[in-house]
């Protein structure tokens, strides 16, 4: 375990570069494996969820070699696992590679990390039965699995919620394509996460599948025995990590400016900025980058509806600590069900600190301004909340200890490396991969 100190930071200043996009790094990287031919990948994230999806992509027959900046993906008809693929705590590793395992004539097993064996996916496993393919939970030397059959999907009809997982949806995007038969999903509930889908959509398109989905995502209709063709991408920056550096700049009023992001992208938390304008902040998106002016003053309460960036509750509500008023983070709920219950988790070590933030199951009320304090924080595992606990702490009296801190892994290994580099007082944290 290794702790990261930050200690409370008059200013910031300077550039520096998004991380690239680990939701666009994992479904380019799916899609090209399942493609006939070699694709490249430029700038893809390191980091340990992205690592999960190589693991996967290589156990079901893809080929990747190349270097850091740069992958060469051969792809493959999916074959069999010959061992079990370790998918970490990568929820959408899991998730969308279990239906692409089903296109193999033979089985493969996937194993996981202790939090995601918390989370969710009984619905996808109960629409791919629907869809003629068998996979099931079973114990693996002790550790929680699934085990899929393989022998191909069907195709046909099935029902899904739309509010659990997007990525239950993403998942049967990647492998319908390649089903016997047409596929018809009719979503039940409204979906959630809309921007994910859209981003799989994109990818795919790019990959010369084809699909069409309803106005109000409440039905995709997906055609049968379609070929994956090779594309190269570049990664584009990522809002979702970003949203931290944009929220420590304007937390401690700074001037800032962060490259690497493209507002044409369809990431659906590129609504940061919306939500940091409403706030008061002072900002200017530029052609690939993000400025924050630094002469904003108090910022301003808000209200967030969470249900299609739930990725931005963590920094939204860290950002209401600093906001006059009373903020309100609301249809929040799926967050119980990520890496940590994230409502609980934030509504904990966020106390510690002082803030006057109440909790129901699915939302947050934070009364701002606090007058936050150092404190020892627990991040429970999830890299979301140790970001936004440490950009809470830039503004906070004294000296705030995130425990566990190397969890930033998950998403962008270069946070407490990228605070520092924009002059936060910042001990510990090279996680640089």
Same mark, same amino acid.
């Given at each position: 375990?290794?702790?990261?100190?930050?200690?409370?930071?008059?200013?910031?200043?300077?550039?520096?570069?998004?991380?690239?996009?680990?939701?666009?790094?994992?479904?380019?990287?799916?899609?090209?494996?399942?493609?006939?031919?070699?694709?490249?990948?430029?700038?893809?994230?390191?980091?340990?969820?992205?690592?999960?999806?190589?693991?996967?992509? &290589?156990?079901?027959?893809?080929?990747?070699?190349?270097?850091?900046?740069?992958?060469?993906?051969? +792809?493959?008809?999916?074959?069999?696992?010959?061992?079990?693929?370790?998918?970490?705590?990568?929820?959408?590793?899991?998730?969308?590679?279990?239906?692409?395992?089903? %296109?193999?004539?033979?089985?493969?097993?996937?194993?996981?990390?202790?939090?995601?064996?918390?989370?969710?996916?009984?619905?996808?496993?109960?629409?791919?039965?629907? %869809?003629?393919?068998?996979?099931?939970?079973?114990?693996?030397?002790?550790?929680?699995?699934?085990?899929?059959?393989?022998?191909?999907?069907?195709?046909?009809?099935?029902?899904?919620? +739309?509010?659990?997982?997007?990525?239950?949806?993403?998942?049967?995007?990647?492998?319908?394509?390649?089903?016997?038969?047409?596929?018809?999903?009719?979503?039940?509930?409204?979906?959630?996460?809309?921007?994910?889908?859209?981003?799989?959509?994109?990818?795919?398109?790019?990959?010369?599948?084809?699909?069409?989905?309803?106005?109000?995502?409440?039905?995709?209709?997906?055609?049968?025995?379609?070929?994956?063709?090779?594309?190269?991408?570049?990664?584009?920056?990522?809002?979702?990590?970003?949203?931290?550096?944009?929220?420590?700049?304007?937390?401690?009023?700074?001037?800032?400016?962060? &490259?690497?992001?493209?507002?044409?992208?369809?990431?659906?938390?590129?609504?940061?900025?919306?939500?940091?304008?409403?706030?008061?902040?002072?900002?200017?998106?530029?052609?690939?980058?993000?400025?924050?002016?630094?002469?904003?003053?108090?910022?301003?309460?808000?209200?967030?509806?969470?249900?299609?960036?739930?990725?931005?509750?963590?920094?939204?509500?860290?950002?209401?600590?600093?906001?006059?008023?009373?903020?309100?983070?609301?249809?929040?709920?799926?967050?119980?069900?990520?890496?940590?219950?994230?409502?609980?988790?934030?509504?904990?070590?966020?106390?510690?600190?002082?803030?006057?933030?109440?909790?129901?199951?699915?939302?947050?009320?934070?009364?701002?301004?606090?007058?936050?304090?150092?404190?020892?924080?627990?991040?429970?595992?999830?890299?979301?909340?140790?970001?936004?606990?440490?950009?809470?702490? %830039?503004?906070?009296?004294?000296?705030?200890?995130?425990?566990?801190?190397?969890?930033?892994?998950?998403?962008?290994?270069?946070?407490?490396?990228?605070?520092?580099?924009?002059?936060?007082?910042?001990?510990?944290?090279?996680?640089?991969?």
């Amino acid at each position: 375990m290794t702790d990261v100190i930050i200690r409370k930071t008059a200013k910031l200043q300077g550039e520096v570069c998004a991380p690239p996009s680990k939701a666009y790094t994992q479904r380019m990287l799916i899609a090209a494996a399942l493609s006939r031919g070699t694709s490249r990948i430029s700038g893809p994230l390191a980091s340990d969820d992205t690592d999960a999806t190589l693991r996967a992509v &290589k156990g079901l027959g893809a080929k990747v070699t190349g270097t850091r900046d740069c992958w060469m993906v051969e +792809g493959a008809a999916p074959k069999g696992a010959k061992s079990p693929i370790d998918c970490g705590e990568s929820g959408a590793t899991l998730r969308f590679m279990v239906p692409v395992a089903a %296109l193999a004539p033979e089985p493969s097993v996937f194993i996981f990390g202790s939090s995601l064996g918390r989370r969710p996916i009984e619905p996808l496993l109960h629409s791919l039965k629907q %869809l003629g393919a068998e996979a099931h939970f079973q114990n693996q030397g002790g550790k929680p699995s699934i085990y899929v059959q393989g022998g191909g999907i069907s195709g046909g009809e099935t029902t899904i919620r +739309g509010d659990v997982s997007s990525q239950f949806i993403s998942g049967l995007m990647f492998a319908c394509p390649m089903a016997r038969n047409d596929t018809e999903i009719t979503i039940t509930t409204p979906l959630e996460s809309k921007g994910y889908v859209q981003m799989t959509r994109e990818v795919l398109a790019e990959h010369g599948i084809k699909m069409s989905i309803a106005e109000d995502f409440s039905r995709l209709s997906i055609p049968s025995q379609q070929t994956y063709k090779p594309c190269d991408h570049r990664v584009p920056g990522d809002f979702s990590s970003a949203a931290f550096l944009l929220a420590a700049a304007a937390i401690t009023n700074s001037e800032v400016t962060v &490259k690497n992001l493209d507002y044409t992208t369809v990431q659906g938390d590129k609504t940061i900025l919306e939500i940091l304008k409403q706030m008061g902040v002072n900002g200017r998106v530029c052609p690939g980058s993000v400025e924050i002016k630094g002469d904003s003053g108090l910022l301003k309460a808000v209200d967030v509806d969470a249900r299609n960036v739930p990725d931005l509750v963590p920094v939204c509500a860290a950002l209401a600590c600093y906001a006059e008023g009373t903020s309100k983070i609301h249809d929040a709920g799926r967050l119980r069900f990520k890496e940590s219950d994230r409502l609980l988790s934030l509504y904990l070590e966020l106390k510690k600190m002082g803030a006057d933030v109440a909790m129901t199951e699915s939302s947050l009320t934070v009364k701002g301004p606090s007058a936050l304090h150092g404190a020892t924080i627990d991040p429970h595992g999830d890299h979301r909340i140790a970001m936004a606990c440490a950009v809470a702490a %830039l503004g906070a009296e004294g000296e705030t200890t995130i425990r566990d801190a190397e969890c930033v892994r998950k998403s962008y290994p270069r946070f407490f490396t990228d605070l520092r580099l924009l002059g936060a007082d910042v001990v510990g944290g090279e996680f640089d991969r």
